[in-house]
């Protein structure tokens, strides 16, 4: 196993490993030696010495990886965090304050189905402008910030067309 593996990795480097293990090397990760490791990580001394030399040595390796590549493993460590969050949430949708359940079901309805779409009507009139047939002194004033509806109508009409339209 390679040391140096690329932190996009990490998943799979934890992915097959048992409760013990990965608590192992978490602990491993940030612990001088393997005695530490195994204590911190609450793994008794004798089920750590009945594990394979050859898995002691893998799990120290990622440990010794996730050491050299803290971004990874604090990713990795918020990834794993992410279901707890959730269940955070849905539990406070059921809390006993109307404002808190609304915000935790706006936030979950946020993550699950996106956020909903503002709709803004418009009531009045929708207008075609045929820029092109407007003369330069009418596309300066537009430009200056005049309404191009009362410079179209001042001038007699111009090509605009308007049309009646709904939101």
């Known amino acids: ?25 978490w602990a491993r990760s940030q612990a001088a030696t393997d005695k530490a490791a195994y204590e911190s990580a609450r793994v008794a001394k004798s089920t750590f010495y009945t594990w394979p030399e050859g898995l002691r040595g893998k799990l120290n390796e990622i440990a010794d990886t996730l050491r050299r590549n803290r971004i990874a ?3 990795y460590e918020l990834d794993q965090a992410v279901a707890d969050a959730a ?28 956020k909903a779409t503002q709709r ?39 090509k605009g067309k308007e049309t009646a339209g709904e939101g």
């Open 120 to 158: 803004n009507e418009f009531k009045g009139s929708l207008v075609n402008i045929d820029m092109s047939a407007l003369t330069d002194e009418q596309l300066d004033r537009i430009i200056a910030g005049e309404d191009p509806l009362a410079i179209i109508h001042a001038s007699g009409g111009g």
């Open 1 to 25: 196993m390679d040391a140096n593996r690329p932190s996009t990795d990490i998943h799979s480097l934890l992915a097959d490993l048992s409760g013990p293990e990965m608590d192992y090397v």
């Open 87 to 114: 269940r955070e949430l849905v539990a406070l949708s059921k809390d006993r304050n109307r404002q808190i359940r609304l915000r935790a079901v706006e936030g979950v309805l946020d993550r699950v189905m996106g």
């Open 73 to 75: 493993q604090a990713q």
